[in-house]
């Protein structure tokens, strides 16, 4: 995909995921960082599970099953960024 598919996938993606974890709050920026971050997870998850091989990977193309992996994986990503958020917060 070239880089304006990218931001495009990465907008929807990230949309999707902070309308499913409504507990975070994303600007449009976020959200396409978020959606590009869950491509590279999700990809690297489908992966990891289809192969046994841990090999960094992004969502292959603009359907639905790439838009689900980087949903799952930005998800994923969103629950870690929560986590270490607030584990400096403590500190």
């Known amino acids: 995909m070239g880089i304006l598919m ?3 996938f990465g907008a929807i993606v990230g949309f999707i995921a902070d309308y ?3 507990s975070v709050h994303l600007s ?3 959200r396409v ?3 590009v971050v869950g491509a590279v997870v999700g990809g690297t998850l489908a992966s990891l599970f ?3 091989s841990l090999n ?3 969502a ?3 359907d639905l099953v790439s838009i689900i992996l980087a949903v799952v994986g930005a998800l994923v990503a969103l629950f870690v960024w929560k986590r270490v958020v607030r584990q400096k917060t403590v500190v």
């Open 20 to 22: 499913i974890d409504s």
């Open 60 to 62: 292959a193309g603009f």
């Open 33 to 35: 960082v978020v959606g």
């Open 28 to 30: 449009w920026v976020e």
């Open 56 to 58: 960094i990977t992004a």
């Open 6 to 8: 990218w931001i495009v």
């Open 50 to 52: 289809t192969t046994g």
